[in-house]
């Protein structure tokens, strides 16, 4: 299945033969350069069997040859053992292991002045003279 296709066609996992390397490489990452003297160009890293690495800046129109498919280079799924998983799969504590928690007294919120914004404090009456 040798086939010749465009640099921005190359998915993750493809076996390509590369002018200037002796053996098939295994692409797996690519992304377009954005800024500098190679701008527009595609960085393709490449894995020898050996499992040496390159990084070649290949044209988008570049026609390379696809030898086939490593089944062991795509995207990997996870082993299901993320954060998430293990905290929604533990079993709680027995009840006996576990100390209660305080009770906080409820607080009463603070009655404010509308106008004054203030705290309004209860005012004792003045009180009556004595003559």
Do not use: C, H, Y
Request: glycine share 8%.
């Amino acid at each position: 299945m040798q086939e010749t296709r465009a640099a921005k066609d190359l998915a993750i996992g493809d076996v390509i033969q590369v002018d200037g390397f002796e053996d098939n490489q295994v692409v797996r990452t690519a992304k377009k350069i954005r800024q500098g003297l190679d701008a527009g160009l595609f960085e393709v890293t490449l894995v020898a069997a050996d499992g040496e690495t390159e990084r070649i800046a290949l044209a988008p129109e570049n026609r390379v040859t696809v030898v086939g498919k490593d089944p062991d280079a795509g995207k990997g799924k996870s082993g299901g053992t993320g954060k998430a998983n293990a905290q929604a799969k533990a079993k709680p504590e027995p009840a006996a292991w576990r100390r209660p928690r305080p009770r906080r007294p409820k607080r009463r919120p603070q009655k404010l002045n509308r106008t004054r914004r203030r705290k309004v404090v209860a005012r004792r009456r003045p009180r009556a003279r004595r003559k």
